[in-house]
């Protein structure tokens, strides 16, 4: 995560001159020393690139990094917050799920913090007036969307430096900021994850552990997170998340069935991936009703392909 130093750099050099470690150590407050580590992070991450001048002195500038863009366009839509001084990596975590109205408990269990964790992450927020509370939930307000930018570029940000350090052809299919879904493009890149630490099998490669064993098409999905069980709901929510053809939608359903998830615990699953609808329809088709919602943009199969299905896996 972006330190407040980084994030110092990053703010001061944002105008795209060029500036010495010596100059930034003018204008952040933060020592030459410091300022090296943190310089040295910044041009490894890309947000950062170097020339050297006269007797090889160091000269450094913004790149068009996703995560110094973000947070150009929120200095420039709010540029009267002093945004170097409000944010911190705990913020940052936290904003990421302010795209809509959420309880302080609800976050603190997906950061697994505690609900004080959270308050404190929020109060500097809530001192200038930038929540929208909505009873005991709480959302950034609508002219605050360039903040929720900014935090979830930094945030996939985290997590696309973290994979490519061990997996370089890694992209990120979905995040939050304790968890990621990657693809990666190559077998070296998959053999290098599968024997990396807190990175697991996930999408269709994992329904083998389920006695459903599919033609993968490509490279196997991964899911990055610390001490967790990754749950046969989690499972089908990424295969859907990677993609939600009819194929894997047909694929979903007989892993619905095979293991007789709970359609409450799938859709709170569903929750943080935004397929609550296509869960509702899957589990209206497995009741015997195939037909497809007007609102739902996932390909359902038709009952007699999901019958024939249903067969050749032996599912009943």
């Not at 001048?53 to 002093?82: C, F, I």
């Not at 609508?142 to 935090?151: G, I, T, V």
Request: aromatic share 8%.
């Amino acid at each position: 995560m972006i330190t407040k130093a980084g994030l110092a750099v990053i703010d001061t050099l944002c105008s795209g001159r060029e500036s010495t470690p010596g100059e930034l150590a003018t204008k952040t407050a933060y020592s030459k020393t410091h300022l090296y580590d943190i310089l040295d992070e910044l041009l490894t991450a890309g947000l950062l690139t170097e020339t050297r001048g006269p007797n090889n002195q160091r000269r450094v500038r913004v790149t068009h990094h996703p995560v110094v863009e973000a947070y150009r366009n929120l200095r420039s839509k709010l540029s009267h917050v002093d945004w170097t001084e409000l944010l911190s990596p705990a913020i940052l975590r936290v904003c990421w799920y302010l795209d809509e109205p959420r309880r302080a408990t609800e976050i603190a269990a997906r950061l697994e913090i505690t609900r004080q964790g959270v308050h404190n992450a929020l109060s500097p927020l809530k001192h200038r007036a930038m929540l929208s509370p909505t009873g005991p939930e709480y959302g950034l307000s609508e002219d605050l969307s360039p903040l929720l930018e900014f935090a979830r570029s930094v945030v996939s940000y985290e997590h696309r430096s973290r994979v490519r350090e061990i997996a370089p052809s890694a992209t990120i299919a979905w995040c939050d900021p304790k968890r990621a879904l990657v693809r990666v493009q190559s077998p070296d890149d998959t053999a290098a994850l599968q024997s990396a630490a807190d990175w697991q099998l996930t999408g269709l490669a994992r329904f083998q552990e389920y006695e459903l064993q599919f033609f993968l098409g490509g490279e196997p999905a991964f899911w990055y997170t610390l001490d967790e069980v990754l749950t046969p709901a989690e499972v089908m929510c990424h295969t859907l998340v990677l993609d939600s053809d009819s194929r894997r939608v047909s694929y979903s359903m007989l892993l619905i069935e095979k293991l007789d998830i709970d359609q409450d615990t799938l859709t709170e699953t569903a929750t943080w991936y935004d397929l609550e609808t296509t869960v509702a329809a899957m589990y209206r088709s497995l009741r015997g009703t195939f037909d497809t919602p007007d609102d739902l943009s996932v390909p359902l199969p038709s009952e007699s392909e999901y019958m024939a299905l249903k067969e050749q896996y032996g599912v009943t």
